[in-house]
């Protein structure tokens, strides 16, 4: 080969749709995972854990994963920025996303060119990898960690029963954790009562 075919290879094989085909080693590994509504990640022994925007609540699993990915490395700055990073996710859409540098849908190539500035930003040059689901415990339980769960104390819940119950026989006193409200909802439309929570 000649010397500019040689410079030409080295050129292209680096980089390829703005991402590094063979990233180098990482220096440090992040885990990720994000639930309905909160997101969880751990880099060494640091833990953090954090609630999604309640706009993204109902959208698809990817881009909570993808925003909850940025939340976790945001809340993980300290210990990541200027460095290589390898994020590990259970899920293969997200990687597949983040490795392509996004894809035929909007909100999620948005969410990923998002990243791509904050990576910029603090410089961090991030490599991705799809892990199974079983291997991301710890970081799916901080991502359920914060969820909120309104519970009431068992005298206040019979109290409300009961008062409940007088004025209103149809009633029925209900309080499902969130990932249960829409079911519990459907339900005491089909047996067609009221209920509270």
Not at 170 to 178: H, L, M
Request: contains cysteine.
């Amino acid at each position: 080969f000649r010397s500019e075919e040689l410079t030409f290879w080295d050129q292209s094989l680096r980089h390829h749709n703005g991402q590094q085909i063979a990233n180098p080693l990482h220096q440090t590994v992040v885990r990720v995972d994000s639930s309905e509504t909160g997101w969880g990640g751990h880099c060494g022994q640091t833990k953090v854990a954090g609630l999604l925007p309640t706009r993204l609540i109902g959208t698809s699993s990817t881009r909570r994963e993808l925003s909850g990915l940025r939340a976790a490395a945001d809340a993980l700055r300290v210990e990541i920025a200027g460095k290589r990073v390898l994020f590990e996710m259970d899920s293969f859409s997200a990687v597949r996303n983040l490795v392509k540098g996004g894809g035929p849908k909007v909100d999620l190539s948005l969410e990923v060119k998002e990243w791509g500035r904050w990576c910029e930003q603090y410089k961090v040059e991030a490599s991705y990898a799809w892990i199974p689901r079983e291997h991301n415990a710890l970081a799916d339980g901080l991502s359920k960690e914060s969820e909120r769960k309104w519970t009431l104390r068992a005298g206040i819940q019979e109290m409300l029963r009961k008062r409940w119950a007088r004025a209103r026989p149809d009633t029925v006193f209900c309080n499902p954790e969130f990932n249960a409200v829409g079911q519990t909802i459907r339900a005491a439309q089909k047996m067609q009562q009221r209920i509270i929570d």
